[in-house]
């Protein structure tokens, strides 16, 4: 079925199409957590194409199965020259739906309540076999366009590498375990959170895979106060810093004060990914202007 749904019931209706991952049966031994089965809801249709009341009642009952659903893959017939994945960060379940509202392409959005870096979860397995699993093959040929912020925004950059081309849009993602560090920091009135011990480096990770093709773009806001800071505060600059010199990841510092920059914002960041993903196969300078005047229109204004 491809198009608009005639009705959110009937879009409800349609949600329960899902399937098991296939997996080699297991032997006398235990199934290895990278190859276990885990559930995807697949769906033919095209975000894209949906009324806002039925995203909004999409978003509403995929949320409420997140903690059985970690995957969901939207697939409209035919052939697409762009694929997107968007990787939910802490606590979005599947709220970020919401910034693939414009794209007609085939769109994948993974997420765990477990395990926010995806680190493996009895929902879903780790970062390296969803990418195997999943994002890799549902890509395929395509053009690979990345969206996630957070904790997301760190899987984004880190599946990116397994994608020749792929463009990515990271806000203010965590790129390494940071507890030691932040452990020799004294904090006066702000929580400083850590990232959990076990990261893949992005800094080393995406300098191990230089690609000429990709377009990796890195946003942080140039504050956090409004997260407010003496409830969680993530030290955006200190991750961020470390790609400064990562060949083909370009950095943004915005006028904002918040870590979650896409909050509030949803409608705009689905602009984005929209005009990215239309231009998919353009240069990396191309596709880099794309991202440079979307903030300068949003941001920009002092």
Known sequence: MT?????????LRRLGRRRRVPCPKPGPAEVPPADRPFTIARFDTCLGDLSPEELRALIADLNARSDTVGCAVFRPPGEHECVATIFAGNLECFF???????????????????????????????LDALCRRVVVPETGGARALLFGQSSGAYAALAAAARMPGATVVACAPQTFSDADAKGRISFVG???????????DLRAHLAGHRDPDASRAVVIAAGELDNPAHMH?????????????????DLFVVNANSHVLAHGRINDYARLLADLAAEAGASPARRTEIVRAFLMELYGRI
């Open 3 to 11: 198009g608009r749904y005639p009705s959110p019931l009937s879009l």
């Open 96 to 126: 970020m739906v919401a910034a693939a509202r414009n794209l007609h392409c085939p769109v994948v959005y993974i997420q765990d309540p477990i395990s926010y870096w995806y680190q493996g979860s009895p929902l879903l397995p780790d």
């Open 190 to 200: 702000i929580r400083a959170l850590s990232a959990p011990e076990g990261l893949i």
């Open 233 to 249: 505060w993530w030290g955006d600059y200190l991750h961020m810093l470390r790609l400064i010199d990562v060949p083909g990841t």
